[in-house]
């Protein structure tokens, strides 16, 4: 087999599938001409080939046989590749993935058109009890007064559900499957505020516990893009990310919108409220019963 994947880059980069692969072909077509490079067993052949090109496109192609001396199986399952690009999908909002299965002869299409959003509508099935709400910001900091300074540009979205539930997170387009930073950032500011409105409703009993994050997650259908000129990631998986400043950051952004999202609309705030106190109460039956 081979794989194979077209991607609308102006730009020519190196890549790491060069060191696990049998060979590997890159083809960049940009500024009128053509670049070529050609390895194998990660070793390049003939360096690097530049031909005129009159097309008027731009955009890179990448081609390359896994080398079965690194991969015992190269059967890559196709639900792989749908996960992946859907995922590319949400979080670049208006860029069209294209998926050609060889053994079906199948072309699956991801493509949305306003990101997170879209994506969260399509989640949630018109089962939501709130509004979907879009957050957008951007700043920049250090971790550390000796570290260097950097940006972020961050979006979030997110919407209470009753029979539905589902957190991600990305940064730098990536699957951030346990979170890291963004996580403890919304664990925080979520848990604060809601319980926060719950004081200001008086919908607590007397003497009765705060809420947990559990107990909003069971409810909450959310989405967190991020993006970041500097980025420390827990370990080579890159699966979590450790940034001071971008959990800082993320915390009080979101806890700021919050407030101000509950403040502006009082019955949406109330119904969440009610929700957010059924679940508690729910788990804490269950744990007592257990």
């Known amino acids: 087999e081979h794989y194979e994947y077209s991607l609308g880059l102006n730009g020519l980069g190196a890549c790491a599938t060069q060191y696990a692969s049998r060979w590997f072909d890159v083809v960049v077509k940009r500024d009128g001409e053509r670049f070529e490079l050609h390895f194998e067993k990660g070793n390049n052949i003939k360096g690097l080939k530049k031909f005129p090109d009159e097309s008027g496109k731009t955009g890179t192609l ?10 015992t199986d190269i059967a890559i399952p196709l639900e792989y590749f749908q996960t992946v690009l859907k995922k590319q999908a949400v979080v670049n909002a208006g860029l069209k993935f294209e998926l050609f299965d060889e053994f079906s002869g199948e072309t699956f299409v991801y493509l949305y058109r306003n990101g997170i959003v879209d994506y969260l509508e399509e989640i949630n099935q018109h089962k939501n009890i709130s509004k979907i709400m879009h957050l957008q910001e951007q700043g920049k900091g250090r971790d550390r ?5 950097y940006r972020i540009k961050a979006e979030v979205a997110f ?44 919908k607590y009993t007397k003497n009765e516990k705060k809420i947990t994050f559990q107990d909003v997650q069971d409810s909450l259908v959310l989405v967190v893009n991020s993006f970041s000129t500097l980025t420390s990631y827990e370990n080579q998986t890159k699966k979590s990310i450790t940034n001071k400043f971008i959990q800082e950051f993320l915390t009080e952004f979101i806890r700021h919108e919050l407030e101000v999202y509950f403040i502006e609309n009082r019955s949406e705030a109330e119904r969440v409220a009610d929700q957010i106190l059924i679940n508690k109460r729910a788990r804490e039956n269950a744990e007592s019963t257990r």
Do not use: C, M, T
Request: net charge negative; aromatic share 14%; proline share 5%.
């Open 62 to 71: 990448q081609r390359w046989l896994p080398d079965l001396d690194v991969f």
């Open 159 to 202: 919407a209470f559900n009753n029979d539905i539930n589902l957190i991600e997170y990305y940064h730098n387009s990536s699957w951030l499957e346990y979170g890291g930073a963004p996580d403890k950032a919304v664990r925080s500011a979520f848990v604060s505020e809601l319980d926060s409105l719950i004081k200001k409703l008086n």
């Open 145 to 149: 007064s000796d570290k260097p300074e």
